[in-house]
């Protein structure tokens, strides 16, 4: 099947600066677009932004100008810098891959801000 490992959560000071990373291995074909999302508790999960397979990229508008997608093909990597981070970006972090045939999720990465 699918997989997909994260890393680059922890805890960093409000103003700090953090790098998820995501890599997806298996049985990869058709990638429609990879990103990321977050949960906050007590909050439904948000998309945080995505790459389409054209280059295209969406955020949120709450993080847009603080932190950039990017993605190596050949890697399947899916890359996150999340730059001037406030404490309401606390959150687990989720990797998200929507292949032609399916959607997939990694199993997410603390990020804890501290004001």
């Known amino acids: 099947q699918v997989q997909l490992v994260e890393s680059g959560g922890g805890l960093v000071q409000a103003g700090g600066s953090l790098r998820l990373t995501c890599a997806a291995s298996?049985?990869?074909?058709?990638?429609?677009?990879m990103g990321w999302y977050r949960q906050a508790p007590g909050k439904e999960r948000e998309l945080v932004g995505n790459?389409?397979?054209?280059?295209?990229?969406n955020y949120a508008d709450s993080v847009k100008g603080r932190f950039t997608i990017s993605r190596d093909n050949v890697k399947n990597t899916v890359y996150l810098q999340m730059n001037n981070l406030k404490p309401e970006d606390t959150a687990v972090y989720f990797c998200?891959?929507?292949?032609?045939?399916?959607?997939?999720w990694g199993q997410g990465t603390q990020v804890t801000v501290s004001s």
């Open positions: 790459i389409d397979r054209g280059g295209s990229i």
């Open positions: 998200n891959l929507l292949l032609g045939w399916g959607t997939f």
């Open positions: 298996g049985r990869i074909s058709s990638i429609n677009a």
